[in-house]
């Protein structure tokens, strides 16, 4: 399989979430049947959040690199956990063939969570060291900047130290607006940040998204957004086809902006994605091959 590094850029890539604890995976692959007919550059599986079983990640993130002929991407947080859990995953990983991971810190719940490791910098460099060039890494970014920092320079200055340490790209929380995006996306090419940031999309397909959204991460959401959410939350079929037009047209401007790639964050709904996607295959094909039929 061709590495990811190798894939003609736009790149494309999905985020899907693991059963939680000891449930069945089928369900999971029958979704993931779906998302790699899409041909996804890559496929990452979401570590722990939101009550996900760890195991499970490592189970769905070998499954996609070995089943299907996609990369998998591995999520790992290191909050709660101490070098030797963590050396355990990753060697379970790289026996199984994923050399993708998204190093992150994870969330805190209170400080005492804290295992060996504080920030996603410290795990970046521990893979290095332990691993050598065993792993590609990519780390998590923040256009609207991280909930728990004091400033957007303060938290580009801390991003450019995971970049430093060799990490291969970034994916950025999910946001709304885009020009928020393209004005954070030229503050960090102006600190210096080289590496492809791929913009985190998330379609809007329910209206108790939104409140959930906001608390996790603080994203904007611009008065368009509120507006169809507000005409149309009330029926589930209604708001999920504005939100889907919404994201698609996000991502038509977002190519347009020249992003170096997409991230759906799928909430594991095929259906979603595949009316996504017919949105945007000529857009993503001509963008990334620069086809011209006249002029
Ligand atoms: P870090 O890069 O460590 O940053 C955390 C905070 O510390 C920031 O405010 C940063 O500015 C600050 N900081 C960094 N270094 C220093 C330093 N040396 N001194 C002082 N301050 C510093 N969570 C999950 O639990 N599971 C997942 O699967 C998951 N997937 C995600 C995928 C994406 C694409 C994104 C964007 C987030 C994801 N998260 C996930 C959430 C993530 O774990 C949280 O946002 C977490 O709070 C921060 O993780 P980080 O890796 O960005 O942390």
Redesign the pocket.
């Known amino acids: 399989m061709e590495n990811f590094f190798d894939h003609p850029r736009p790149s494309y890539t999905f ?1 899907i ?1 693991p059963p939680k604890g000891n449930k069945s995976t089928e369900g999971t692959y029958g979704v993931i049947d779906s998302l790699a007919s899409f041909n996804p550059d890559l496929i ?7 009550g ?1 079983s760890r195991d499970n ?1 490592v189970e769905i993130a070998s499954g996609i690199q070995n089943r299907y002929n996609t990369n998998g991407v591995a ?3 290191c ?1 709660g956990t101490t070098k030797a859990e963590l050396k355990a995953i990753l060697d379970e990983l790289r026996a199984n063939g994923v050399r993708n991971i ?7 719940k209170d400080k005492s969570d804290l295992g060996d490791f ?6 970046i460099r521990f893979i290095h060291e332990e691993y050598g060039d065993d792993f590609d890494i ?5 256009p609207e ?5 004091p400033s957007i320079e ?2 580009l ?3 450019k ?2 970049c430093d340490l060799g990490v291969k790209a970034l ?4 946001f709304f607006d885009n020009d928020i995006f393209s004005a954070w996306r030229d503050k960090a090419r102006a600190m210096g940040i080289t590496q492809p940031i791929i913009a ?1 999309v998330m379609p809007i397909t329910a209206a108790a998204q939104i409140p959930k959204v906001v608390e996790m ?1 603080g994203a904007s959401v611009p008065s368009r957004v509120r507006r169809f959410v507000e005409a149309y939350g009330h029926h589930q079929g209604a708001v999920k086809e504005a939100g889907i037009a919404y994201a698609t047209e996000q991502i038509i401007d977002l190519l347009a902006r020249d992003v170096e790639g997409i ?1 759906l ?1 799928t909430m594991n709904q095929a259906d979603t994605v595949r009316r996504i996607d017919a949105g945007i295959r000529s857009i993503l094909y001509v963008k990334r091959y620069e086809v011209r039929t006249n002029g």
């Open positions: 985020e979430f990452s599986v979401t570590y722990g959040a939101g996900s990640t999520h790992l947080t909050v998204l190093a992150l810190r994870g969330d805190l504080h920030y996603a910098s410290e795990l990519f780390a998590a970014c923040y900047k991280h909930p728990e920092a303060e938290d200055a801390h991003l130290e995971k994916i950025s929380q999910l985190g991460c991230h964050y």
